[in-house]
């Protein structure tokens, strides 16, 4: 039996209950050493197995192999889809046909990272990864012209990595294009975790920006606006 | 001090420790008669007050009110922000600024009926509600247009009520522009609750299909497909 969880954001209070109680059930909890560390501070009494960053097929594969004779979790930071374990882990479950899957659902970075600034995501919102390593720039620049021109809300994972400096400066230019530099936007780093920061900024201040890979961006619909600080997207629209 | 507290998709393990401890911590939860039942069911040694579907704006200036002199939670199903009530409390909060205002995290029935259908949500994807009760039907049929374009997963949240049966079909109309009939699609009912449903079906049938106020729906993209009997969204493009 295999458990895909997601864990949220990494403190023990961002975890659902369901989450929790499949970590119990686990005789093994499998996933990468940042999250399985964060799982470890909670369960401290489990027997752990972690891969490093770009083992996911090892890691996936290592865990439906566990998973023939015992129950195992395969954690994830977040939700287990998003960007997640879980496709994979379904993907390469053709190999292990007597194996039952269970998706666990977590709250992911758009939702906790949401609340800390307010309520970006009141209304209709896209979730595009800056990240090219698995799919074609121009798939993401299309993306992003899109959400951009239908006027969602967006929000940005994966905005920026040593080798990608400038995704976000592009990707702010794109929305610049169907926005004004005034739309508010914020981030959020380290959701739920230690030195958590955040930030509402303007477009135009966004663009100009330097984040890291372990922010989350949001970039305000034409109706954002700042209420006490928060970033706010009302429900409705005036004009209806 | 008012917490807008996500419950997830109604049972107690979807629920977050945060959530719990939010209501925990309240003297009095308020909300929408449905999800007030739900919380009761947990918490029955809780003060409550609720209010019908409608009226939301009198059900947070009420929250509101009461969290002038103690600790109140607004509750609110999935993630408090999306269509959900974080957004109009911090609209509200401008007359009453005295008090603090904390969102709670849930888990959207995105990820909760996802995780039921396998992994539709692997990648990039946008939610959009076919509710036009406050939103233009020229803007839906825009951000369908769009999310269809650029071959994002969409997830449908109200597909439909009693004044609006064709809006699902319509939806798909627009999709099946951009998307062939053979599309992955799937969707849930009574997500986490008793008589909870799921089925795996092309576009091409859930054109065809009538679904209820109960039901999230989700497109897949032009990769999605059904492994096992579940919908899975690959992380990667084979192209790449």
């Known amino acids: 039996m295999l458990y895909v969880v997601g864990i949220g954001a990494g ?69 287990p889809q998003l960007y997640g374990m879980a496709g994979l882990a379904f993907e390469l479950s053709v190999n292990y046909p007597d194996t039952e899957i269970e998706v666990v659902a977590g709250v992911s970075a758009a939702f906790s990272g949401g609340a800390v600034l307010g309520s970006p995501l009141t209304h209709d919102f896209a979730v595009i990864s800056l990240s090219d390593l698995l799919t074609p720039m121009d798939k993401i620049r299309k993306r992003l012209e899109c959400a951009a021109d239908c006027d969602m809300t967006i929000v940005l994972y994966n905005p920026s990595s040593k080798n990608r400096a400038d995704y976000l400066r592009n ?70």
Do not use: H, W
């Open 171 to 240: 990707a702010c230019d794109i929305a610049l294009k169907y926005r004004s530099g005034d739309t508010v936007c914020g981030y959020v780093r380290n959701i739920g975790r230690d030195g958590q920061e955040s930030r509402v900024l303007t477009l135009a201040e966004l663009r100009d920006t330097q984040v890291d890979m372990f922010t989350t961006v949001f970039i305000g619909n034409s109706e954002t606006k700042v209420i006490g600080g928060k970033m706010v997207t009302p429900r409705g629209y005036g004009n209806v």
């Open 11 to 79: 403190s023990r209070e961002g975890m659902t209950i369901a989450a929790q109680q499949a970590i119990e059930r686990s005789a093994l909890i499998v996933g990468y050493t940042k999250y399985v560390e964060l799982v470890r501070a909670v369960f401290p009494e489990k027997e752990f197995a972690s891969t490093g960053m770009k083992q996911e097929r090892e890691r996936v594969e290592f865990a439906l192999r566990e998973a023939a004779d015992k129950v195992v979790s395969l954690v994830c930071s977040g939700d």
